[in-house]
C-alpha cells in the first residue's frame, strides 16, 4: 500500500531563516506530487505540484520554491521566512489520471 | 465566482442525527468527486470517491453526485461523535490540479 510522509511535523523558526519541508512518498512510482497550505478557517492553498523529476509548476508567486530531487521526494523551501509563511504545509500525491489525491500528515509552522 | 463553494458551518448536530453535506461547483468538466474528513491538526483523509454522476455508499456514509445540477452530497446517518471533523469536497478532471471547498465543520453532541 501507499504511504506519504512528511517531517517535521511541527517547526517554529525566526523570521528571515530558512526553510526545508520533506515528502516522500512509498508503494507507489512516477507520482503527482503537490504542496498546499492552508490557513485557519481557510481553504486549502495549492503552491506547487509536480508531474516528474525536475518538473515543477509553481501557482502562487512567493518567498517560497519546491524541487522534486528523487521520483517520490518533493522538497518545499524558503531562504527567507517571512510572518505570512506561518501555516500547515501538507504534502499529497496522486496517480496521474487516477483522479484521486491522498495527502500526508502535515506540518505545522509558525514563523515569530 | 469560485470553482468549488462549500458552506463553512458549523454544523453542530446530535448524536444519531443524519448529516448532509453539500458542495455547488461552477466546472462542467470536473468528472471526479471527493470528500475527505479532516481532524485537528491532522491531515485530510480521503472518505468518499465518485466518478462521474450517481451515488456511492459506505457504511454509514453515501456520497451524491449531481452533474446536471453541479451538486454534491455527503450523508451521514447515525452520526458519532467520532464524526466531528472538518468536511472537505474536491473535484478533479482531467488535469493534474484538484479543486477544494473550504471545508464544513462538524460537531457531533453525544
Known amino acids: 500500500s501507499q504511504t506519504i510522509h512528511q517531517w517535521p511535523a511541527t517547526l517554529v523558526q525566526p523570521v528571515g531563516s530558512p526553510l526545508s519541508l520533506e515528502c516522500t512518498v512509498e508503494g507507489t512510482s512516477n507520482p503527482n506530487l503537490y504542496w498546499y497550505r492552508q490557513a485557519a478557517g481557510r481553504g486549502l492553498q495549492l503552491l506547487f505540484y509536480?508531474?516528474?523529476?525536475?518538473?515543477i509548476s509553481s501557482e502562487v508567486p512567493q518567498n517560497l520554491s519546491a524541487s522534486r530531487p528523487q521520483d517520490r521526494q518533493f522538497i518545499l523551501s524558503s531562504k527567507k521566512l517571512l510572518l505570512s509563511d506561518s501555516g500547515f504545509y501538507l504534502c499529497?500525491?496522486?496517480?496521474?489520471?487516477?483522479?484521486?489525491?491522498?495527502f500526508g500528515p502535515g506540518t505545522r509552522l509558525t514563523v515569530l | 465566482q469560485k470553482e468549488v463553494e462549500q458552506d463553512p458551518g458549523p454544523l453542530s448536530v446530535p448524536e444519531g442525527a443524519i448529516v448532509s453535506l453539500n458542495c455547488t461547483y461552477s466546472?462542467?468538466?470536473?468528472?471526479?468527486f471527493m470528500w475527505y474528513r479532516q481532524y485537528s491538526r491532522k491531515g485530510p483523509e480521503l472518505l468518499m470517491y465518485?466518478?462521474?454522476?450517481g451515488n456511492k455508499e459506505d457504511g454509514r456514509f453515501t456520497a451524491q453526485v449531481d452533474k446536471s445540477s453541479k451538486y454534491i452530497s455527503l450523508f451521514i446517518r447515525d452520526s458519532q461523535p467520532s464524526d466531528s471533523a472538518t468536511y472537505l469536497c474536491?473535484?478533479?478532471?482531467?488535469?493534474?490540479?484538484?479543486?477544494f471547498g473550504t471545508g464544513t465543520s462538524l460537531t457531533v453532541i453525544p
Open positions: 466546472n462542467s468538466a470536473f468528472q471526479y
Open positions: 499529497a500525491w496522486s496517480s496521474g489520471g487516477s483522479g484521486t489525491q491522498y
Open positions: 509536480s508531474v516528474g523529476i525536475g518538473q
Open positions: 474536491a473535484m478533479s478532471g482531467t488535469g493534474n490540479q484538484f479543486y
Open positions: 465518485t466518478y462521474s454522476s
